[in-house]
Each structure stands twice: as structure tokens, then as C-alpha cells.
């Protein structure tokens, strides 16, 4: 059997986005992702661990996980992707150079948490859910995570939505959540 470590730092919300406090809440993950030696194959940060968009923040990135993982490991991490101008919730598998290996953006948005409906009509959104919505997903392929198998991933309340956990022939070996 395949060992896997879940990390899973206390960061208070109210801290989650302060920049001022990154590198605090990095160096946390990392500490926490490497307390025990041998560090598992694969290693599971929880949604948004990795606060900094991978696009601007690649040598970031590849810093984090280069530092947590074995020469051979893996990484799944949550994350924000800016992609052609659209926010995503994503999740991604990382390799042990840094380099992202496989992306899943969530598909099941929270309602005035990561998108406000109608929001043209709601004068006052901004205020709750934030000036900009995030996107939702359309692919939902598995990972494919050497020495685990197809890992479907799911983020936040998606695990609400069990019919969509196996998708035909595509059943996963592992579900990360």
C-alpha cells in the first residue's frame, strides 16, 4: 500500500490572502509537509494552499515543491488560476521539478462565495462575494498520479455532488477531496 500525507496547516481566514503573511503560511506547508522523514510519494496540500497564481509564480512553484517532495514524488495542491483573463479554483498536480503535470478547475461553484448570481442586479454583491467571479471547470478527467492510479479530485462541497464522483468507464483508484 502507497502511503499519501494530508497536510492541513491552522491559518486563520482572515490571514489566508494577507501578502504579507505568505511566506509565513509557505513556510508552514513546507514544515509540515517534510515533520517526518520519509516523505510519501504523494503529498496532498488542501484547497488554495498554494495562494499565488502559478502563471506569475512558477520558480515559486517549483521552490515549494522541489523543498516537500521526494526526487520522485508528487504534489496535488489547491490553487487560483488566471487564465485568459478568467479565475478558476483549481487543483493541480505537481511534479517533484515543479512543474504542473496535470489541472482541475472546479465545476460546482459556491453561490456568494465564488460567483454572485445576478449580480448586475445586485448593487451591493461586491461587498459579499467579492468583485470578481470565479469560472467554473468543464474538465473533469482524473489525475493520473504514478504508483496511485486515476485520482478523481473534487474541491470544497463537490463531494455534495456524488453522482458525478465516477463518470462512466472513468472510475478512480483514489478520490482526494
Not at 163 to 177: F, K, S, T
Request: glycine share 6%.
Amino acid at each position: 500500500a502507497q502511503k499519501i500525507r494530508l497536510v492541513q496547516p491552522s491559518i486563520p481566514q482572515a490571514d489566508k490572502w494577507d501578502r504579507d503573511k505568505r511566506q509565513k503560511h509557505f513556510d508552514q506547508i513546507l514544515r509540515l509537509s517534510t515533520l517526518k522523514m520519509p516523505i510519501p510519494r504523494l503529498v496532498v496540500w488542501p484547497e488554495t494552499a498554494f495562494s499565488a497564481f502559478p502563471g506569475r509564480n512558477a520558480a515559486l512553484l517549483r521552490d515549494m515543491a522541489t523543498a516537500a517532495l521526494p526526487f520522485d514524488g508528487n504534489l496535488i495542491t489547491g490553487l487560483p488560476r488566471l487564465e485568459n483573463g478568467r479565475l478558476f479554483n483549481s487543483a493541480a498536480l505537481v511534479d517533484a521539478t515543479g512543474e504542473i503535470t496535470a489541472i482541475y478547475d472546479k465545476r460546482r461553484l459556491v453561490p456568494f462565495g465564488e460567483f454572485a448570481p445576478f449580480r448586475r442586479f445586485l448593487p451591493f454583491v461586491d461587498a459579499i462575494a467579492g468583485p470578481v467571479d470565479f469560472s467554473a471547470g468543464e474538465n473533469d478527467s482524473l489525475f493520473d498520479v504514478p504508483g496511485y492510479g486515476k485520482v478523481r479530485l473534487l474541491i470544497c462541497y463537490e463531494t455534495i455532488f456524488s453522482g458525478e464522483i465516477v463518470n462512466g468507464e472513468a472510475r478512480p483508484d483514489l478520490i482526494v477531496n
